[in-house]
Nanobody
Framework: QVQLQESGPGLVKPSQTLSLTCTVSGDSITTNHYYWGWIRQPPGKGLEKMGVIAYDGRTYYSPSLKSRTSISRDTSKNQFSLQLSSVTPEDTAMYYC?????????????WGQGTLVTVSS
């Protein structure tokens, strides 16, 4: 059974970098055919996919966030991480990590429980 767990600070100051880590159990992030992604949902708004890292380390980012987003991985710990730079209060959101099946049109089949990040001074 695959499980994902987000971790990181719940409060970030404006202009700083938001950093979150997703720890995966029950599967390897290097398993063929899966991507590992970050999704967020601001209060009262819809879901926004921020980007993914593929099983071979390739990364793909949302065009609207590409300039501020970086996704990396630590295969020895079976973790992947999100960094979002120059944050503003508009980056306040629930942040989720998920496993994506690209062969199924990017279906996000397994999700973490999410973590709330607030951007405030």
């Amino acid at each position: 059974q695959v499980q994902l767990q987000e971790s990181g600070p719940g409060l970030v100051k404006p202009s700083q970098t938001l950093s979150l880590t997703c720890t995966v159990s029950g599967d390897s992030i290097t398993t063929n055919h899966y991507y590992w992604g970050w999704i967020r949902q601001p209060p009262g708004k819809g879901l926004e996919k921020m980007g993914v890292i593929a099983y071979d380390g390739r990364t793909y980012y949302s065009p609207s966030l590409k300039s501020r987003t970086s996704i990396s991985r630590d295969t020895s710990k079976n973790q992947f991480s999100l960094q979002l730079s120059s944050v503003t209060p508009e980056d306040t959101a629930m942040y989720y990590c998920a496993r994506e099946v690209p062969a199924q049109g990017g279906y996000l089949e397994v999700w973490g429980q999410g973590t709330l990040v607030t951007v405030s001074s």
